[in-house]
C-alpha cells in the first residue's frame, strides 16, 4: 500500500509568486489533514477535510491559503502571494474516516516551502 | 485550548542506555495522547497512544509510555536504545471531538551514540 505522498519535496519562490503544494493521501482515507511546522516552532494544523469538504479550516491564517480536494481524492495547498513568514515545512495527513476520532494519521514526509 | 510542552528540545544518549522524553499537556477538557516518530527523510508515523484504560502503553520498537493524569504528563520511555532510534519525537493531544486534529509539542531530538 502506497503512503501519503506529497509534491514537491522542496519549494523556493520569491516574495510574492505563488505555490501549489499537493498531497495524494492513501486510497480508501476519507480524512485527509495540512499541517505546518515554521521553523523551530510545533507543527500546527491547518484544516481538515473528509472526502471533499472543509470539515475544519480553523488553522488556515489568512485568506492568502487556499486548499482544495478535487473528488475527495488529492488535494492541493495553494499560497497567493507567498510572504516570508510562510516558510516552513508543510505536512499532509490521512486517515480512515473513524481513524480520525484515534487520531491515528499516517503522515507524508513533507513539502518544504522557502519563501526569500 | 491544549498546549503541550516537551521539556527537553534534544536528548543525546549512548547506545543501549535508557532513555525518557518528557511532555506534559494542559486542557480543560479530557484529551487523548499520542507520540508521533520522524526519522529522517520520512513522514511522522504514530508510535503509541492513550485513549482510555491502562495508564501504562506500549508502543513499537520497544517504547512505552505512562498517562499521569494528576501530574498532566506522558512521558515517553525505553530501556535501551538502538542507534536506529535516532529521529525527532513528537508528543501531541487530541480531545474527543477533534476527529484528527493533533496539537503538537515542539518536539524532541534524540540522538543515540554509539
Known amino acids: 500500500e502506497a503512503g501519503v505522498t506529497q509534491f514537491p519535496s522542496h519549494s523556493v519562490i520569491e516574495k510574492g509568486q505563488t505555490v501549489t503544494l499537493r498531497c495524494d493521501p492513501i486510497?480508501?482515507?476519507?480524512?485527509l489533514y495540512w499541517y505546518r511546522r515554521v521553523m523551530g516552532k510545533e507543527i500546527k494544523f491547518l484544516l481538515h477535510?473528509?472526502?471533499?469538504?472543509?470539515?475544519?479550516e480553523s488553522g488556515m491564517p489568512n485568506n492568502r491559503f487556499l486548499a482544495e480536494r478535487t473528488g475527495g481524492t488529492y488535494s492541493t495547498l495553494k499560497v497567493q502571494p507567498a510572504e516570508l513568514e510562510d516558510s516552513g515545512v508543510y505536512f499532509c495527513?490521512?486517515?480512515?474516516?473513524?481513524?480520525?476520532?484515534?487520531?491515528?494519521?499516517?503522515f507524508g514526509e513533507g513539502s518544504r516551502l522557502t519563501v526569500l | 485550548a491544549q498546549s503541550v510542552t516537551q521539556l527537553d528540545s534534544q536528548v543525546p544518549v549512548f547506545e543501549e542506555a535508557p532513555v525518557e522524553l518528557r511532555c506534559n499537556y494542559s486542557?480543560?477538557?479530557?484529551?487523548?495522547l499520542f507520540w508521533y516518530v520522524q526519522y529522517p527523510n520520512q513522514g511522522l508515523q504514530l508510535l503509541l497512544k492513550y485513549l482510555s484504560g491502562s495508564t501504562l502503553v506500549k508502543g513499537i520498537n520497544g517504547f512505552e509510555a505512562e498517562f499521569n493524569k494528576s501530574q498532566t504528563s506522558f512521558h515517553l520511555r525505553k530501556p535501551s536504545v538502538h542507534i536506529s532510534d535516532t529521529a525527532e519525537y513528537f508528543c501531541?493531544?487530541?480531545?474527543?471531538?477533534?476527529?484528527?486534529?493533533?496539537?503538537f509539542g515542539q518536539g524532541t531530538i534524540l540522538t543515540v551514540h554509539p
Open positions: 495527513a490521512s486517515s480512515r474516516r473513524l481513524a480520525g476520532l484515534t487520531g491515528e494519521l499516517f
Open positions: 477535510f473528509v472526502k471533499e469538504s472543509k470539515q475544519d
Open positions: 486510497s480508501g482515507h476519507d480524512n
Open positions: 486542557s480543560s477538557v479530557s484529551v487523548y
Open positions: 501531541a493531544v487530541m480531545t474527543g471531538t477533534s476527529y484528527g486534529k493533533l496539537t
